[in-house]
């Protein structure tokens, strides 16, 4: 029986990962910040990354880490860690490059976050004759709880209604949540993976009003899609800013939907089989 020691568990891909070790028979620690509900072949450890010393009960020895939690916070942890694992396998996050020259400090700063992190793993497993795998997505959905498209079906479901600004027509590649865990395992019995990061793009590529037009269209009853001139949105969304009815989505989120970000599978498809599904979401992907 194989042996994995898991962050990130309880999360919106690492729940699809976990279902998928069990269906493997993998023993699997799964460290969390909170008590979990227990489950066959899984042990739940309380582990924050963020407070590293306190981790405690877990394995000497494993066949795999898996890391689906803060990148930042993994690496530092593994950089002091006394766990052996032949096989580390972190999640980072295509935002590396997207938002490496964000108008957004903040942005930026997350970018540079992701990169050291990675190098962080990089150098850690080659120090201890490991091999890492870095994988990016893009943008994630499919277990009902991202930050993006099942938000966009809460407030169009709430009221019936979504708004764009005209020219959203930046190309995106939404990914599911279990194509992402199927990856993770994957890689692990891929040889030529060993020492590399992958983008992970969903299947298809779409302009990002096609992708929200599909999104209401799943919905029970669908919502209505409305664009209006980039103007006359900057004002609204000004509007509700300051009123403090939106949140998290800034001038750089805004200026990004006419942007295309496209990402190449073929690497990944050519190193481990990836084949992500085209984006055909459901009212239950999206949380509702
Ligand atoms: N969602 C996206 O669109 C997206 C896109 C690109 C990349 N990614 C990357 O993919 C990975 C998984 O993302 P996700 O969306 O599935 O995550 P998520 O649903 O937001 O869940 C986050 C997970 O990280 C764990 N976690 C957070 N802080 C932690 C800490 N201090 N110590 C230990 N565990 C901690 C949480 O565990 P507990 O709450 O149980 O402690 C939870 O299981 C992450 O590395 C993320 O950056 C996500």
């Not at 080659?126 to 990016?136: E, I, K, M, N, P």
């Amino acid at each position: 029986m194989r042996r994995a020691l898991l962050f990130g568990g309880s999360g919106q891909i690492g729940r699809s990962l976990l279902a998928r070790l069990q269906a493997e028979r993998w023993q699997v620690w799964a460290a969390s910040r909170q008590a979990r509900e227990a489950l066959p072949g899984v042990t739940w450890l309380p582990g924050d990354l963020g407070a590293p010393e306190a981790m405690a009960y877990l394995p000497a020895a494993v066949d795999a880490i898996f890391s689906l939690g803060p990148l930042d916070g993994f690496a530092q942890w593994y950089a002091r860690a006394g766990v052996t694992a032949p096989r580390v396998i972190a999640f980072g996050s295509t935002s590396l490059q997207v938002k490496q020259d964000s108008a957004d400090g903040h942005e930026r700063e997350l970018a540079a976050r992701l990169r050291q992190g990675e190098a962080t793993v990089f150098a850690t497993a080659g120090s201890r004759d490991a091999a890492a795998t870095l994988l990016r997505p893009t943008l994630v959905y499919g277990a009902g709880r991202d930050q993006t498209l099942s938000r966009i079906a809460a407030l169009a479901a709430r009221s019936g209604v979504f708004v764009l600004p005209r020219g959203a027509t930046g190309l995106r590649q939404p990914v599911h949540v279990d194509d992402l865990a199927a990856a993770a395992l994957a890689v692990v019995d891929a040889p030529a993976s060993h020492g590399q990061a992958y983008a992970l793009p969903g299947g298809e590529t779409l302009a990002y009003r096609e992708m929200v037009a599909r999104t209401l269209a799943a919905l029970r009853p669908p919502a209505r899609l409305l664009e209006l001139p980039a103007p006359l949105f900057g004002a609204a969304v000004r509007v509700a800013r300051w009123s403090g009815r939106l949140q998290g989505l800034g001038d750089a989120a805004v200026a990004r939907m006419r942007q295309d970000l496209v990402f190449d599978a073929g690497p990944a498809w050519r190193d481990f089989g990836y084949a992500p599904r085209a984006f055909a979401p459901s009212a239950e992907m999206l949380g509702q």
